[in-house]
């Protein structure tokens, strides 16, 4: 948020620095906890949680301060992070009836959240390409009495592909 007070492009590399860090940790806290087969349902559900915050609300702040601040920009933004509070509480409840009948979860229904960080990239390539703000892809429209940004539909697009249950994407 520090982009929006004082429009400083660094703070966007930043925080998106930051969520690759947390991809990495969430890459091996599960690893990890694999290997030393120690899992409980309070892990389980903080690792949710650290998951709806690293890869739903802090992409979904990232867009904003890049410039996706129209009203219907946030409520596309809003429906992003829903999408994946929801997709992330039904994996736990699925996961824990999965897994009791075969032992294992063998895939994953919808696509994981941390595929949000390629949405990360995305805009870590157009800051770096000057492309915010008033330069983003796709410009700008006025729908009502609310902004529109073209590119909030990839976010839109990413919620969609969390929350499908047609979608079966094998677990590793």
Known sequence: MAHVRDQARESVSVAGAFMMLALLCDVLDGRIARW???????????????????FGVAPACLAYAVGMTGLIDQLALVYFVACGISRLARYNVTAEVMSAETGKVTYFEGTPIPTSVLLVVLILILTKAGRIGDALPFGSLSIGVGGFHPLVLAFVLSGSLMISKTLHIPKP
């Open 36 to 54: 030393r087969h120690r899992a409980s349902p309070m892990g389980r559900e903080l690792d949710s949680l650290a998951d709806v915050i690293s």
